[in-house]
């Protein structure tokens, strides 16, 4: 028995040069983040927040860092605490606009603290994206704003958490 057929394969991309996007890193004693050269620091007076900003991404990035010297509560409750003020302020902020798409609280992969991230998405226009780890000495955590367009903001944060590291503990 003989068999025949076919498909079509769809024709090759052009070979070119494809080269990665220049970064930056930007560099605390606690922790360092690799930003393609688009991202700029913006000017803040709070020492222990540090903000950027991309025009072509149409997104902003803060990143926070808190000391603590004593803590009441600690590790997921901490953690929980954290999180649900974040949300509220918002609520409070934005009266009825607020729809919380994914939220998530867990001991962190070293065991050396709790990892928090949330999804909000703010009347329709905004997302607030954030990743955060909570240690027994300090919070250090990433909040990306930007468009309310779901896939490229979930691409745009992939790309920011990735070149992200806290120092830990």
């Known amino acids: 028995m003989k068999l025949n057929y076919t498909f079509s394969v769809p024709p090759a991309a052009p070979c070119g040069e494809t080269r990665p996007r220049r970064a930056t890193r930007h560099s605390h004693e606690e922790f360092f983040i690799d930003l393609p050269d688009h991202w700029e620091e913006a000017s803040n007076s709070n020492p222990s927040t540090f903000n950027f900003r991309s025009d072509e991404e149409d997104a902003t990035l803060i990143l926070e860092l808190g000391f603590f010297t004593t803590v009441e509560e600690r590790g997921h409750a901490a953690a929980e605490t954290n999180v649900?003020?974040?949300?509220?302020?918002?609520?409070?902020?934005?009266?009825?606009?607020?729809?919380?798409?994914?939220?998530?609280?867990?001991?962190?992969?070293?065991?050396?603290?709790?990892?928090?991230?949330?999804?909000?998405?703010?009347?329709?226009?905004?997302?607030?994206?954030?990743?955060?780890?909570?240690?027994?000495?300090?919070?250090?955590?990433?909040?990306?704003?930007?468009?309310?367009?779901?896939?490229?903001?979930?691409?745009?944060?992939?790309?920011?958490v990735g070149g992200f590291r806290a120092k830990s503990p």
């Open 84 to 160: 649900n003020s974040q949300i509220e302020a918002y609520k409070q902020q934005c009266p009825g606009g607020i729809e919380v798409l994914r939220r998530l609280i867990r001991p962190h992969s070293s065991g050396n603290g709790t990892e928090m991230t949330y999804a909000v998405e703010v009347n329709a226009e905004h997302l607030f994206l954030y990743f955060g780890y909570l240690t027994s000495r300090k919070l250090v955590g990433l909040l990306l704003i930007c468009g309310p367009e779901r896939d490229a903001s979930a691409r745009l944060f992939g790309e920011v």
